[in-house]
Structures are given as structure tokens and as C-alpha cells.
């Protein structure tokens, strides 16, 4: 069965600071992955994903994510963290034919 | 822009009522999902749907319905509300597995359950 996992529940930056959000999968096939994001009182948007191809995929807003096989991980990238990235970051995976498994979350703080 | 429209943002039904859950997409997408959402525990699914008139089982099933009967409404049903169902509820639509949209979820706005 298809998992993912995001170990930290929340992630602390300065603005200006590089940024890293983690995310582990398992899956038994070639991975679908995905990142999404929820900011306060509104609705989950899509970033990027990854289905084939480079291994590193650029998104919405600067971000970035880093598809890594042997390590079995996508984790989320920014080079320069701003004030408004604060908001609730969600790696989802998926399977072909099967529908999208999403981690529980990383709230992602940055400070002024 | 692709919209899915829940039509309730805050509902509150007492243990035992039937909740009815309505979600509308505009942009005729195959797929359609429901999640809720609690704290700590992320995006749960609970039933998706891949055509008219087809369901699937998600994660968390139980105390749960759903019906589909026209490509771009998704009902959830709760048939006995509990406590334990208080929750966000959370709908999307996305196209099958073509193109460059594929895969990717439209969600709506979501629906705020409490269950008294």
C-alpha cells in the first residue's frame, strides 16, 4: 500500500533563509508525487509534482522539489524563505490507478 | 479557472441527523474525491469517484456515503452523525490520466462539519 510520510510537523526560518520541507514515500510502483499548500482560511493549492522526468521540478512561488529515488523522498525546496510562505504544506503521493495519499502535514513558519 | 463548489461552509447537525455534502465542478473532470481534514492527521479520503455512477472506497469509509449520479456533482452522505465525524470536509475534482492538468486536484473550499 502506498504511504508518505512528512516527519516534521513544523519547520522554523528566517526570512531570507533557505527553506526544506520533508517528505518520505513508499509506494510499490513508479511514484506520482506532489506538493500542495493551505494558507490560513482558504483552500489547498497545488505547487508542483513530479511524475517523470527531471528530477528536480520547479512550482508555484519559487519553489522547488527534489525527486530522489534511492532515498525514496521529495522534499520541498526554497532558496529564500519569505514571510508569506507561512502556511500548511502537504506532500501527497499516488500510485497509477489509485487515488492521492497525502502526509499530515508541515506547518512552515517564517520569521521578519 | 476551474471551480468545485461545496455548498455549505459551516454546518452544524445534532448525533443521529442525515448530513447531505454537495459538491459541484465546472470544468468536466472524470474524478472527484472527498477528504476531510482534522488536525495532526492530515487529508484522510474518503470515497472518490472515477465516472458517473462509480464509487471507490477510500481510507476511511465507515459512517460514510457518497453518490455521483451526474459527471460534475459529488455527494458525501453521513447517514447517522456522530460526534466523531465533527471535521473538515474537504472535496476535489481532477481530469484522468491525460495531459498536463492530470493528476493534479482542484479543491474547494471546504465544508466545516460539528456535530453536537
Redesign the interface.
Known amino acids: 500500500a502506498q504511504s508518505v510520510a512528512q516527519p516534521e510537523d513544523q519547520v522554523n526560518v528566517a526570512e531570507g533563509n533557505p527553506l526544506t520541507v520533508k517528505c518520505t514515500y513508499s509506494v510499490s510502483g513508479n511514484p506520482y508525487l506532489f506538493w500542495y499548500v493551505q494558507y490560513p482560511n482558504r483552500g489547498l493549492q497545488f505547487l508542483l509534482k513530479y511524475i517523470t522526468g527531471d528530477n528536480l521540478v520547479k512550482g508555484s512561488y519559487g519553489f522547488e522539489a527534489e525527486f530522489n529515488k534511492s532515498q525514496t523522498s521529495f522534499h520541498l525546496k526554497k532558496p529564500s524563505a519569505l514571510v508569506s510562505d507561512s502556511a500548511l504544506y502537504f506532500c501527497a503521493v499516488r500510485e497509477a490507478g489509485t487515488a492521492l495519499i497525502f502526509g499530515k502535514g508541515t506547518t512552515l513558519s517564517v520569521s521578519s | 479557472d476551474v471551480k468545485v463548489t461545496q455548498s455549505s461552509r459551516y454546518l452544524v447537525k445534532r448525533t443521529g441527523e442525515k448530513v447531505f455534502l454537495e459538491c459541484v465542478q465546472d470544468m468536466d473532470h472524470e474524478n472527484m474525491?472527498w477528504?476531510r481534514q482534522d488536525p495532526?492527521?492530515?487529508?484522510?479520503?474518503i470515497y472518490?469517484s472515477y465516472d458517473v455512477k462509480m464509487k471507490?472506497k477510500?481510507?476511511i469509509p465507515e459512517g460514510y456515503s457518497v453518490s455521483r449520479e451526474k459527471k460534475e456533482r459529488f455527494s458525501l452522505i453521513l447517514e447517522s452523525a456522530s460526534t466523531n465525524q465533527t471535521s473538515m470536509y474537504?472535496c476535489?475534482s481532477s481530469y484522468r490520466?491525460r495531459g498536463p492538468g492530470a493528476?493534479?486536484?482542484?479543491?474547494?473550499?471546504?465544508s466545516r462539519l460539528t456535530v453536537l
Open positions: 474525491f477528504y495532526g492527521l492530515g487529508l484522510r479520503l472518490f471507490e477510500g481510507d474537504l476535489a490520466d493528476n493534479v486536484l482542484t479543491f474547494g473550499a471546504g
